[in-house]
């Protein structure tokens, strides 16, 4: 029963910004650290950032470190990944992860989002 659902996707210029977000439920959302992962074509599922259960710990990949912000707001089950000053490279399908600690590593969340598209063109 629980669900994680993104939205926020699209097709956008280099250096231009998108906010994805992730609504949960079917959990107590409050409990779960959670994380954002993308794949992009040809490769596997890489680590972009992950948040604390509170919110207060927030860890990000190299790439994209600066340019990204996530966030969370637990009374609306939802968190959400600021995405500033795009890149082509940053094209992928971006996931929402669920789970018991913050980690880059994606064998640590144990739900998952249907994934959103973002494109970045140049």
């Known amino acids: 029963q629980v669900q994680l659902v993104e939205s926020g996707g699209g097709l956008v210029q280099a250096g231009g910004s998108l906010r994805l977000s992730c609504t949960a439920s079917?959990?107590?959302?409050?409990?779960?650290?959670m994380g954002w992962f993308r794949q992009a074509p040809g490769k596997e599922r890489e680590f972009v950032a992950a948040?604390?259960?509170?919110?207060?710990?927030?860890g990000y990949a190299d790439s994209v470190k600066g340019r990204f912000t996530i966030s969370r707001t637990n009374p609306k089950n939802t968190v959400y990944l600021q995405m500033n000053t795009l890149k082509p490279e940053d094209t992928a399908v971006y996931y929402c992860?669920?789970?018991?600690?913050?980690?880059?590593?994606?064998?640590?969340?144990?739900?998952w989002g249907q994934g959103t598209q973002v494109t970045v063109s140049s």
């Open positions: 079917g959990l107590t959302f409050s409990l779960y650290a």
């Open positions: 948040i604390s259960q509170s919110g207060v710990s927030t």
């Open positions: 992860g669920a789970g018991t600690l913050r980690t880059a590593d994606a064998s640590g969340y144990e739900h």
